[in-house]
């Protein structure tokens, strides 16, 4: 068999499964692509513009740090980006006020951290070098951080793979993309389309065998692929879900030691941005932050559209796990209402539409994006070993600093191709 007639199933249609078929075609590969969803884009979401005045995106929503793969692919598909501007502010308990993000002990952190060598828990890192009064406005900073923007757990959570964040401060740069990450999708799947690939949706793999040489995907429903190879850009909680060959199971077994967080996002579209009329000062608000139960909101600054956006990530989410999307709705308005000093009902008359996803609720997903342990990077080589005819591929097996984002799935995904095209 040449190996420009190999036949190649990708098992995701999301950002990784999509980058690693555009590339595999390019080459004159053979791709097909089974997704259980009716959709492209996987935990990528739009919503359409018609409910919030613009393409919302219920699923990932920033473009994290350098990324230069993301970018890369914008310029291709004639997409701009919207850096992230405005201001941050918090909830003090009795007041809104602009986030004060200089900790007197920033300088200490970073110098500790600088010299770390053997990697720990974020926890005991925090215990072992941080654990004065003095020191407990940092811990609170660091634990949220960890919890909110990285959805892991800082008794897990390894402290080498978030250095570089911490040194940034939480600074860097982040924008989104005008028109959302919808546009990304649709052009990468169309580039797919024009190269040949072949899309089943609604198809869920249940299994995959390996016998004298041939490859069976299984679906769920009695339909069967066969092919040369399998790449599984699934998220971390459906590998356990696959049958595997047994030198892929040995494998897949590595995910283990990979971290797998949730998060909880509600967007919330009113009448009018009410928030600006309440304090006036909040007219350039980005980000608010508070200790309520959904913790974090943004806005769309400097566009003026009137959403809000609730983040409630990591372990903590489990508390809301018997939340249906209305019940996460009121608890998103509840949150609103007391850091405002307004009524939930008040609140409620301004509303529009509004959306909640808990993502550990998605059936295809099981949750949000992944984040590093201590024994991470030792998984992600072992997963990423292309020792047979099961590969693995997606965000989770990202090995730079944005690790769990967009950019970490379209990297990996080109990474695989990469791997299979240099054979």
Known sequence: MSATSEHIVIVGA??????????LARAGRT?????????????????????FGYPADGGAEFVHGEAPVTRALLREAGLSLQEIEGERWGFDGADIVREDRHDPHQAELHAVVRELNDDLTVADFLRRHFAGDEHARLRHSIERMVEGYDAADPESASTLALREEWMAGGHSPQARIKGGYGGMIDFLAAECR???VTFRFGCMVLAIEEEGGAIAVRCVGGDVQGCDRVIITVPLPLLREIGLPSRARAKAAAADDIGFGNVIKILLRFRRPWWRERKEELADMAFLLSDQAIPVWWTQYPNRHPVLTGWFGGPRTAALSRLDPQALIDTGLDSLAIVFGLSREDLARELVIAVATN????PYARGAYSWATPRTREAQTILARADGPVLFSGEALYRGADMGTVEAALASGQQ?????LRE
């Open 14 to 23: 999301g950002a990784a499964g999509l980058m690693a078929a555009r590339e």
């Open 31 to 51: 791709v097909t692509i089974l997704e259980a969803r009716e959709r492209c884009g996987g935990r990528i979401h739009p919503l359409p513009a018609s409910e």
């Open 194 to 196: 024009k190269l040949g």
């Open 359 to 362: 993502w550990a609720h998605d």
């Open 416 to 420: 695989t191709a990469g791997i299979i």
